[in-house]
């Protein structure tokens, strides 16, 4: 009898969608909590201590260690960088990835192949195609060196990470580079939701190629452009891997963005309180761009 | 204006011929309608008459003039699409002045076009709307404001009254008809509905697989039937179709009627009726059965109300049919074939 008893409460587990529900949602909720939640917590709290691996003690010191970020032009310098980085850097991303969506929803030859190139940067891990960049922008093996010298455009190395301005636009490229393909798929989804017969309009109505991208392909993908970059500048702000491993935020600080210096301030320099100060500091910027994706993509509509 | 004319029209998909070899000539201003099942190849013609579709095959006269290989832009056409596809992000007054734009016409003479057109259509309260304010009879008539206003030599539309709801509808063929008297410009008409076809066109071009089966006015159509597909797709109930030693022969369920209701002048063919069902729907009767001499091939007679005669269910009834109204199609090729003796 306990064997159908036990077999029964088994049943009724396994059908019991609360039950399901919990069962099923708990390695995320997990995770989350674990590898977000818990870390996410602590940064706040060491954010208002002056913390350090010298001295692990909690003292709570209120906005010191904010006033104290605030008050170092390394880091007014990366405020400053992290904007410009992801502004520019999404700018570019705009124009290609809605060129790019154009061409991949057109009929050619070798489609596949285009498409399978322009999804490479995505599916690479950043910090492996960071180091292939790292490779290509070398100060005496470039590639890009030797092409330009080919050609003769330049009679000496360009050291494309030894100058400042160079180092800059280098970092922003990349950046470019590795958010390009997403972007690009999000506009192709909204240019393939386009309604058929939308463009068939156009063209009876006789607009030529510029008046149907200006007048109406673009207005119609506004929305759906807008979500790619936000989901870019999202991207772009919080990734460390590019600018840490191709300049480390050199050469002396001038492509130090915030991500990287609180890691250098706080895991390799050890003022923990400190790097948690930078960490938090555009938590708010962030939540508020989630926020306006997350609106954005709900309130899509194309007819 | 402009004659519109097709010949040896083809269009291949693959291995789908969705065209196949098509000939057709409109009159002057006239209203010809594009009529078959859905996949018969009447959308398709339509857009490769306005330049959204390469034939594979054939030629097509525009006033005369050979478009082929020419951009919709270059043909003078105008179309209405089944969504009426306007341009959701434009106002209405964007929207009909968007093909004006396009031709690059002052913003003056752009706006007093756009005023006429929407006088015309009686939309002129709504040219600062946008296209998801409006109701589905006035997205309509902005569609065709847009494509009226280029005045174009040729209209085309494909299915336009099918989102509309069964009330709408009539209203709008009503305004259809009336705003096509008006401008007197020839314009082709692709639908699946008979009623629409019947009730619109000058002639109908009743298509399937491809190919045109017949191309009449709505009368030679409905009355003389080029062959049996033609005969089975149009009239609702289909046309009734028995089989005889070597050939086909068919009559309509309005003309099948009982004996003593019928002129007795006329020369008539008796069939005696067996009625299985009778289906009152208030302006008529239809009676199911079958004639026992013709393999139980099922039957339908349709009388109208004014015949009150008391028709009972599993009964033989006597009924017949002018002999000038049945059809003789051949048994393998489904054509219309000379009257034959019946018996």
């Excluded at chain 1, 050609?151 to 000496?156: C, D, H, R, V």
């Excluded at chain 1, 030529?208 to 790619?228: C, D, E, H, N, S």
Aim: with cysteine.
């Amino acid at each position: 009898m306990t064997s159908v008893a036990g077999a029964s409460r088994r049943r009724y587990l396994a059908d019991n969608p609360r039950f399901l529900a919990g069962l099923f949602m708990s390695p995320a909720v997990v995770y989350i909590l674990a590898l977000v939640g818990f870390p996410f917590v602590l940064a706040i709290i060491y954010s208002f201590t002056d913390i350090s691996t010298g001295n692990p003690d909690l003292d709570f010191v209120g906005w010191d260690t904010f006033a104290r970020v605030l008050e170092d032009p390394v880091f007014r310098q990366a405020l400053w960088n992290t904007f410009w980085f992801a502004i520019v850097a999404n700018l570019i991303v705009v124009v290609l990835a809605t060129a790019l969506a154009e061409v991949l929803t057109r009929d050619f030859k070798g489609k596949w192949l285009v498409r399978f190139l322009v999804l490479l940067p995505w599916v690479a891990p950043v910090s492996l195609a960071t180091i292939t960049w790292l490779w290509t922008l070398d100060s005496i093996f470039s590639p890009i060196d030797w092409g330009l010298r080919e050609l003769g455009l330049i009679t000496e190395n360009m050291y494309w990470l030894g100058r400042p301005e160079l180092a800059r636009l280098s970092v922003v490229v990349v950046q470019a580079w590795r958010v390009v393909p997403l972007a690009a798929v999000i506009v192709m989804a909204g240019l393939i939701a386009i309604p058929s017969e939308i463009n068939d309009a156009v063209s009876v109505d006789g607009a030529g190629t510029w008046r149907k991208m200006f007048q109406v392909t673009i207005p119609l993908l506004a929305p759906i452009i807008a979500v790619a970059v936000l989901f870019g500048v999202i991207l772009t702000i919080s990734d460390m891997s590019v600018v840490y491993v191709l300049t480390r935020g050199g050469p002396t600080n001038s492509t130090q963005v915030l991500s990287t210096w609180a890691f250098i301030k706080g895991i390799e320099g050890g003022a923990l309180g400190q790097g948690a100060a930078v960490a938090l500091f555009l938590l708010p910027v962030l939540v508020g761009i989630t926020a306006v994706v997350l609106r954005l993509a709900r309130r899509r509509e194309v007819l | 204006m402009a004659v519109v004319e097709v010949r040896g029209l083809s269009k291949h998909f693959g291995d789908v011929v969705a065209v196949d070899g098509v000939d057709l000539r409109s009159e002057e201003g006239e209203f010809l309608v594009l009529l078959g099942p859905s996949g018969c190849g009447k959308t398709t013609l339509l857009r490769m008459i306005a330049g959204l579709e390469q034939p594979t095959d054939g030629e097509i006269l525009l006033g005369d003039e050979n478009v082929i290989g020419l951009p919709p832009r270059a043909r003078r056409i105008a179309m209405v699409f089944q969504s009426y596809a306007l341009y959701p992000h434009m106002t209405v007054a964007n929207n009909i002045a968007f093909p004006l734009k396009s031709q690059g016409m002052e913003p003056g003479e752009r706006s007093t076009k756009v005023q006429w057109a929407a006088e015309l259509f009686g939309i002129e309260g709504l040219l600062q709307r946008r296209p998801r304010q409006l109701s589905g009879g006035e997205r309509q008539r902005v569609a065709l404001a847009r494509a009226l206003v280029r005045e174009p030599t040729v209209f085309l539309l494909d299915e336009p009254l099918s989102n509309l709801d069964a009330k709408l509808r009539a209203a709008a063929r009503d305004d259809l008809m009336e705003f096509q008297r008006r401008i007197g410009t020839t314009t082709i008409y692709v639908t699946h509905d008979q009623v629409e076809a019947m009730g619109m066109g000058d002639r109908i071009a009743v298509m399937d697989h491809g190919k045109v089966r017949q191309i009449g006015t709505p009368e030679e159509v409905y009355h003389h039937p080029a062959d049996v597909f033609v005969a089975t797709f149009l009239g609702s109930p289909p046309m009734n179709l028995l089989e005889a030693t070597g050939f086909l022969f068919g009559f309509r369920p309005e003309q099948f009627l009982p004996e003593g209701i019928a002129e007795v002048e006329s020369d008539r063919v008796p069939f005696t009726f067996h009625v299985n069902r009778v289906e009152y729907l208030g302006s008529e009767r239809y009676l199911y059965g079958h004639i026992r001499e013709y393999n139980e091939t099922k039957i339908i007679a349709m009388l109208p109300a004014t015949v009150t005669l008391p028709i009972r269910a599993d009964q033989d009834h006597k009924f017949s049919v002018a002999a000038d109204q049945i059809r003789y199609f051949d048994r393998e090729t489904g054509e219309k074939i000379p009257p034959r003796v019946l018996r």
